[in-house]
């Protein structure tokens, strides 16, 4: 559930500190159960509610932080991870210099907060008391208040100086699922498209899957694919002062902190060879590092627009996770239990590239009682599903 300003602001007081810390029942209905013979109902939901934000924050943030933050579901969901941020940091801010960096729908603040500590002065606008509220919270929880700064603001009316360096997040849940186009996000396309001609340059954040052809028109623009823990997180649209170089490139971030590593490679290698299924499946961990990929290690593709690559011998990249493949099967929800059945499966994880299929139930579906922790690849060839079934390499 989402929280109420009113509940947002309880949390802040020593008493839900005290509350957040305490010893509760691990059953969420008894925790409330006994928090209501001390607070409100709505006190109690409240508590309860932020302690699940929390535990949840523990993947994109470090656990000391993680367990300080205030935000509702919905932001939380929304927000970057430290790190990614701390990365968009070290590019915008050196380009803002004295000046600031214009964090537009800045959420709870995460983004901000990790530009900001790579040394970045930070203002972020966002039109939800509730965002702000939590922003402020968490950029004095994380010791960067001296360098970020929040206002309520529509963004869309906001007069954006010519020379600034904006970074952008639009929301993309709109429709209440998250969306994939720019005729999906709020604020809108025309916005959107609008900013590298009003300012001198900056980060529009989009979804990973975007069709390029729906950045046709903007000029020079960078496409940076992000990918973390093995995933491609983010697409970051540079433009202006922002831009690189390449039209497209790849980058993965690993680690926190000081220990923060990052990979970059220019996308766009051509010539990558068709070919058959392979004894090892890589999945980027960003999709534009998927040419330089095949290109460095003589990969291939099963079809031009499947971004799985295939090889014969492993290789160690931290451009993508490795896979062995143990076994192909149709695209169907009944050959592939089969299968995963004859091959012991316990927990399944499903990866689909393509096909509309709700991950979750599908997990649960076709995951076993045996040992064997598998992977799905379901995806389409022409009109044709397929699956390949891998075990990490």
């Not at 801010?93 to 709870?108: F, H, I, K, Q, W």
């Not at 600034?164 to 429709?175: K, L, S």
């Not at 540079?238 to 993965?252: L, N």
């Not at 593709?301 to 993508?320: A, C, H, W």
Request: glycine share 10%; net charge neutral; hydrophobic share 45%.
């Amino acid at each position: 559930m989402e929280l109420t300003l009113e509940q947002l602001e309880y949390l802040q007081t020593s008493e839900a500190a005290e509350l957040l810390a305490a010893d509760l029942p691990a059953d969420e209905l008894a925790a409330q159960k006994w928090l209501r013979r001390h607070v409100s109902d709505e006190q109690a939901v409240a508590v309860v509610v932020l302690r699940q934000v929390r535990r949840k924050a523990e993947a994109k943030f470090p656990r000391d932080l993680a367990g300080q933050l205030l935000a509702t579901e919905t932001l939380m969901q929304q927000a970057s991870s430290l790190a990614l941020a701390r990365y968009v940091g070290g590019l915008l801010g050196p380009l803002a210099g004295p000046g600031e960096v214009l964090d537009l729908c800045s959420g709870m603040g995460a983004d901000a907060i990790g530009m900001a500590m790579t040394g970045a002065t930070v203002v972020g606008y966002d039109d939800s008391p509730a965002a702000v509220m939590c922003a402020g919270h968490n950029a004095r929880a994380a010791g960067v208040q001296e360098r970020c700064r929040f206002e309520l603001a529509d963004v869309t009316r906001l007069a954006l100086p010519a020379e600034a360096i904006v970074h952008i997040d639009p929301d993309r849940r709109v429709t209440g699922r998250r969306g994939v186009s720019m005729t999906e996000c709020r604020p809108a396309e025309l916005f959107l498209r609008a900013l590298p001609d009003r300012t001198a340059g900056g980060a529009i954040k989009l979804s990973p899957v975007l069709d390029a052809c729906e950045l046709s028109g903007w000029g020079r623009v960078t496409r940076e694919y992000i990918g973390q823990n093995g995933q491609c997180r983010q697409l970051l649209v540079r433009y202006g002062r922002a831009a690189g170089q390449a039209e497209a490139m790849a980058t993965v971030v690993g680690g926190e902190g000081d220990e923060m590593h990052v990979v970059s490679v220019p996308g766009g290698q051509a010539g990558v060879r068709p070919g058959p299924v392979g004894a090892y499946v890589i999945d980027p961990g960003a999709a534009g590092a998927t040419d330089d990929l095949a290109a460095r290690h003589g990969l291939w593709r099963l079809d031009r627009n499947l971004l799985l690559l295939f090889g014969d011998s492993p290789i160690d990249t931290p451009l993508g996770r490795l896979f062995k493949v143990v076994a192909e099967a149709p695209g169907r929800q009944r050959d592939i239990a089969r299968a995963l059945k004859a091959l012991d499966a316990g927990t399944v994880h499903v990866k689909p590239r393509g096909v509309p299929i709700q991950t979750d139930p599908m997990q649960k579906a076709l995951s076993g009682r045996g040992k064997r922790r598998l992977v799905v690849f379901w995806f389409r060839v022409g009109a044709v599903q397929r699956a390949i079934i891998a075990e990490p390499g």
